[in-house]
């Protein structure tokens, strides 16, 4: 168990040398993985740096549910760039399981004006 806790928290810094070295673009703000994450209705939403924008992971408990590491919103070019915005998808994608029984992937331009995250 240690190990794969161990190879979960070493995985952002892979990722984050691996864009480095490939001329991707950073996160505009590092990712710690001791506090930007999350607590909601029982789900841990962790945040992931993803080439030029940021990634998600949801918990339940000690297993990943759910695991978004491109950019949720399509229309969007670049991903997102605040971790509040991630955040405020993460919560948003919750809810939609919880309604609906699925995870979703996509988030719509009406979907991110009701969540307040600038688009431009």
Known sequence: ???IYLLL??????????????????????VNPQKDKKQFQGYTIQLT?????????????????????ENPMPLLSGGLKKKEDVFKVAVWVIKEYKKTGH????????????LNIQTN
């Open 49 to 69: 740096p993803v080439p030029g924008t940021y990634g998600y992971d949801i918990w339940e408990g000690n297993k990943i549910v759910f695991r978004q590491h």
């Open 103 to 114: 995870w979703t992937t996509d988030v719509l331009p009406h979907i991110a004006r009701e």
């Open 1 to 3: 168990m240690k190990k």
């Open 9 to 30: 928290l070493l995985q952002p810094l892979a990722l984050a040398l691996f864009a480095q070295q490939n001329g991707h673009p950073q996160v505009p703000e590092p």
